[in-house]
Protein backbone atom coordinates (compact mmCIF):
# COMPACT_ATOMS: atom_id res chain seq x y z
CA UNK A 1 0.00 0.00 0.00
CA UNK A 2 1.16 3.58 -0.71
CA UNK A 3 0.69 6.63 1.39
CA UNK A 4 -0.49 9.32 0.49
CA UNK A 5 0.90 13.12 1.87
CA UNK A 6 -1.98 14.49 3.66
CA UNK A 7 -0.66 17.96 2.64
CA UNK A 8 -1.56 17.05 -0.70
CA UNK A 9 -4.76 15.98 -1.05
CA UNK A 10 -6.51 17.48 2.54
CA UNK A 11 -6.98 21.33 3.22
CA UNK A 12 -5.00 22.67 5.84
CA UNK A 13 -7.88 23.44 8.46
CA UNK A 14 -9.06 19.50 8.04
CA UNK A 15 -5.52 18.60 8.79
CA UNK A 16 -5.12 20.66 11.54
CA UNK A 17 -7.93 18.95 13.36
CA UNK A 18 -6.88 15.68 12.07
CA UNK A 19 -3.70 16.33 14.35
CA UNK A 20 -5.56 16.95 17.62
CA UNK A 21 -6.06 13.44 17.56
CA UNK A 22 -3.39 11.77 16.14
CA UNK A 23 -0.10 14.27 15.57
CA UNK A 24 2.48 13.28 13.31
CA UNK A 25 0.83 9.28 13.28
CA UNK A 26 0.18 7.26 9.95
CA UNK A 27 -3.51 6.69 9.86
CA UNK A 28 -6.18 4.60 7.52
CA UNK A 29 -9.20 6.00 5.92
CA UNK A 30 -11.31 2.74 5.09
CA UNK A 31 -12.94 3.23 1.11
CA UNK A 32 -16.42 4.28 1.17
CA UNK A 33 -17.17 1.18 -1.19
CA UNK A 34 -15.92 -2.17 -0.08
CA UNK A 35 -13.88 -4.31 -2.50
CA UNK A 36 -14.59 -8.10 -3.18
CA UNK A 37 -11.61 -10.01 -2.01
CA UNK A 38 -9.17 -10.79 -4.22
CA UNK A 39 -10.47 -8.70 -6.65
CA UNK A 40 -7.41 -6.45 -7.35
CA UNK A 41 -5.47 -9.48 -7.80
CA UNK A 42 -5.53 -13.15 -9.68
CA UNK A 43 -5.51 -14.95 -6.36
CA UNK A 44 -9.23 -15.50 -6.38
CA UNK A 45 -9.59 -16.94 -9.86
CA UNK A 46 -6.10 -18.61 -8.85
CA UNK A 47 -7.53 -20.59 -5.84
CA UNK A 48 -10.51 -21.77 -7.86
CA UNK A 49 -8.50 -22.90 -10.71
CA UNK A 50 -5.95 -25.09 -8.03
CA UNK A 51 -9.40 -25.75 -6.14
CA UNK A 52 -11.07 -27.52 -9.71
CA UNK A 53 -7.85 -29.18 -10.36
CA UNK A 54 -7.95 -30.96 -7.08
CA UNK A 55 -11.63 -31.78 -7.32
CA UNK A 56 -10.53 -33.41 -11.10
CA UNK A 57 -8.06 -35.15 -9.67
CA UNK A 58 -9.51 -36.20 -6.80
CA UNK A 59 -12.19 -37.82 -9.49
CA UNK A 60 -9.95 -39.26 -11.49
CA UNK A 61 -8.56 -41.60 -8.28
CA UNK A 62 -5.80 -39.63 -6.66
CA UNK A 63 -5.71 -39.79 -2.63
CA UNK A 64 -6.69 -36.58 -0.46
CA UNK A 65 -3.08 -37.57 0.89
CA UNK A 66 -1.41 -37.14 -2.25
CA UNK A 67 -3.40 -34.44 -3.35
CA UNK A 68 -2.04 -32.68 -0.15
CA UNK A 69 1.52 -33.40 -0.31
CA UNK A 70 1.21 -31.96 -4.07
CA UNK A 71 -0.19 -28.72 -3.23
CA UNK A 72 1.67 -28.45 0.04
CA UNK A 73 -2.14 -28.71 1.77
CA UNK A 74 -3.16 -30.38 4.87
CA UNK A 75 -5.01 -33.41 4.28
CA UNK A 76 -8.40 -30.81 6.38
CA UNK A 77 -8.14 -28.45 3.66
CA UNK A 78 -8.12 -30.82 0.45
CA UNK A 79 -11.20 -32.90 2.22
CA UNK A 80 -12.73 -29.14 2.41
CA UNK A 81 -11.90 -28.15 -0.65
CA UNK A 82 -13.04 -31.57 -2.37
CA UNK A 83 -16.57 -31.18 -0.09
CA UNK A 84 -17.23 -27.75 -1.16
CA UNK A 85 -16.32 -28.16 -4.99
CA UNK A 86 -18.31 -31.08 -4.91
CA UNK A 87 -21.41 -29.40 -3.41
CA UNK A 88 -20.82 -26.16 -6.19
CA UNK A 89 -21.02 -28.78 -8.72
CA UNK A 90 -24.16 -30.08 -7.88
CA UNK A 91 -25.40 -26.53 -7.36
CA UNK A 92 -25.02 -25.84 -11.15
CA UNK A 93 -25.93 -29.17 -12.05
CA UNK A 94 -29.54 -28.56 -10.50
Request: charged share 30%; hydrophobic share 30%; net charge positive.
Amino acid sequence: MSYIRAEDVLPKKLIETIQQYVDGKAIYIPSKQKKAWGSDTNTRSDLLERNRQIYEAFQAGETVETLAKMHSLTTKSVQRIIRKTKGSEAKRGS
